[in-house]
């Protein structure tokens, strides 16, 4: 039972275009979503989170959008940059979902 | 500070085989949880501990177990080895349990097991 899909395995975008990568869960328990960047050999980071009870939140070039009706959150980030390039992984987490689910990643490539 | 140690980074066992995964978490930090990581699959939570003691499992066979220490490092075992363990498993460290601190988690660089 995967309750939090991202269903993108992969993504290419131009340098300086905006990147969009998407996640939707189904488990309604769920009120904290993070997004985390892995580079490959090294551990994933944790890159930016929002609370259920915002929709928006910005850091720098990332903002994360939340829709709960939709159960769906988005990763955007502007200017993409080359050293965006990196596996990005959504997870969510509750006090009452006991544990921190992540989905299956999306690869992003930023072609220059 | 630290980050999160794993050791070892690579090893290959061969099927029927058990291995023994070791975790030091950053400095302070008394949450692990563990996570294998497959193509496809993304992470996949297998345990978390806290002060020693398991806190959640996740839905794995009774093959993977875990354990945490007084100082907090923890070890994760893998019993009778199966070709579908080959994986990269990944450590990662927390001041308090994941769902109580939002879930922003300090992951190690994994280790990376082969079954041959």
């Known amino acids: 039972d995967q309750q939090v899909k991202q269903n993108s395995p992969s993504l290419s975008v131009q340098e300086g275009r905006i990147s969009i990568l998407n996640c939707d869960y189904t488990n309604s328990m769920f009120d904290y979503f993070l997004w985390y960047k892995k580079y490959p050999a090294e551990g994933p980071t944790f890159l930016i989170s929002?609370?259920?009870?915002?929709d928006k939140n910005e850091d720098g070039r990332f903002t994360v959008f939340l829709n709960k009706s939709a159960k769906h959150l988005s990763l955007h980030i502007v200017p993409s940059q080359p050293g965006d390039s990196a596996v990005y992984f959504c997870a969510a987490s509750g006090m009452k979902a006991q544990k921190l689910v992540f989905g299956q990643g999306t690869r992003l490539t930023i072609n220059p | 500070k630290a980050g999160v140690t794993q050791t070892p980074r690579y090893l290959i066992k061969t099927r029927g085989q058990q291995v023994t995964l070791s975790c030091s978490p950053i400095?302070?930090?008394?949450?692990v949880s563990w996570y294998q990581q497959t193509p496809g699959q993304g992470l996949q939570f297998l345990f978390e501990y806290f002060s020693e003691t398991q806190r959640n499992k996740g839905n794995f066979p009774g093959r993977f177990s875990g354990r945490q220490f007084s100082n907090s490092r923890s070890e994760m075992n893998v019993s009778t080895l199966e070709l579908g363990d080959s994986a990269l498993y990944l450590c990662a460290s927390s001041q308090e349990p994941a769902t109580a601190n939002t879930g922003e988690l300090f992951f190690g660089e994994g280790s990376r097991l082969t079954v041959l």
């Open positions: 400095s302070g930090h008394r949450s």
């Open positions: 929002i609370s259920s009870i915002k």
